[in-house]
């Protein structure tokens, strides 16, 4: 009988193994997933972060030009 208990036990074990492997093939799948993800969600910061740039940029440009041209109406407004 101890031969049919150790089988048994084997069999248990197996079955543990088994579900084990099955959770870690899941948990690198969902790994994977999530890093695919996180990569995309770090291209859209840098897209957005390049794009907030350049409106700065933009909006300091369009700055110095309405301060040169109040520059040139306060000479107008002089002579």
């Known amino acids: 009988m101890e031969m049919g208990g150790e089988?048994?036990?084997f069999d248990v074990l197996?079955?543990?193994v088994d579900a084990l492997l099955e959770l870690v093939?899941?948990?690198k799948k969902e790994k994977a997933a999530l890093s695919e993800k996180v990569q995309?969600?770090?291209e859209k910061?840098?897209?957005l972060t390049r794009q907030v740039e350049?409106?700065?940029s933009g909006r300091?440009?369009?700055r110095?030009?309405?301060l040169h041209l109040l520059e040139k109406m306060e000479q107008i407004e002089i002579d």
């Open 45 to 47: 910061i840098s897209d």
């Open 64 to 66: 110095q030009k309405i």
């Open 54 to 56: 350049a409106l700065k």
């Open 60 to 62: 300091d440009k369009a």
């Open 40 to 42: 995309i969600q770090e």
């Open 7 to 9: 089988i048994e036990q």
């Open 14 to 16: 197996e079955q543990k």
């Open 25 to 27: 093939q899941g948990l």
